[in-house]
């Protein structure tokens, strides 16, 4: 393949723009509040859930609470008509006396029992209205947190987006002052070996492998055309001379 020299040096100007390119995108894709935000809408996630376990939890144990409640009502209200009965006179059998009294006295273990069932119940809701309280609070933090870092993600990202565009704009024009043939080479060769497809040879060694060439490599650059593309024959990649080439 033949191309001018200048047109050859161009591609380097290329690759430089193509590698400032692929910086950005990796810097963009790597953004350290990228991993934050990820962490954060997790947590928020599971906050969601867990405030709806909680959430749920309460209403159980309000409706427990409420269900205990009515059962020491109606042991109380038994209880106190038993008792209206005894203190009225009109039981006067011994036997239906003694019955009365002892059922009264069990009507009040068990009104004292369901009020301990009560009072555990209310500490429980308690608790768990704490919780939710608590899961609540935490949540709002991590609202807040994670409107602070995608602020700080979107501007970071504007400001990779327009050096971005700076460098394709540059891009756009550099590309024009390569011949086709070569560009579509460069392209291919991009692709096959992580983005670089175009190289300095400086001082004897392709700055795209970073191997350093031997005589018989050096004497045939030697000898080239200066419109001779040229290709390393390391890692085959356009192999560019420059002032700084050593030959």
């Known amino acids: 393949m033949k191309a001018a020299p200048q047109a050859q040096l161009r591609l380097i100007d290329l690759q430089d723009l193509d590698s400032s390119l692929d910086r950005l995108a990796h ?3 790597t953004l350290p509040e990228l991993a934050e935000i990820e962490r954060l809408e997790g947590r928020l996630t599971e906050l969601r859930d867990a405030i709806v376990a909680a959430e749920t939890e309460v209403g159980d144990l309000r409706r427990e609470q409420k269900k205990a409640e009515q059962d020491v009502d109606q042991v109380r209200t038994r209880a106190d008509r038993d008792q209206k009965r005894l203190d009225s006179g009109q039981v006067t059998s011994a036997k239906d006396l003694s019955s009365l009294q002892t059922e009264i006295e069990s009507l009040h273990r068990r009104q004292s029992d369901l009020e301990e069932v009560v ?3 209310m500490e429980r809701t308690e608790e768990a209205e704490g919780r939710v309280a608590a899961l609540n609070a ?4 991590a609202q807040d947190e994670l409107a602070g870092l995608t602020e700080r993600r979107d501007a970071a990202q504007r400001e990779i987006d327009d050096e971005a565009g700076t460098s394709s704009a540059a891009r756009t024009a550099v590309a024009k002052d390569v011949p086709d043939d070569l560009l579509a080479l460069y392209e291919k060769l991009r692709g096959q070996f992580g983005g670089v497809g175009a190289a300095k040879l400086y001082r004897g060694a392709c700055q795209g492998c970073h191997l350093a060439l031997n005589t018989v490599d050096l004497n045939r650059i030697r000898a080239a055309a200066e419109d001779e ?3 390393c024959e390391e890692c085959r990649r356009v192999l560019v001379r420059t002032p700084e080439s050593g030959l």
């Open 27 to 29: 810097r963009r894709r």
């Open 138 to 141: 935490e949540r709002s933090g």
């Open 229 to 231: 593309v040229i290709r």
């Open 119 to 121: 009072l555990e119940i």
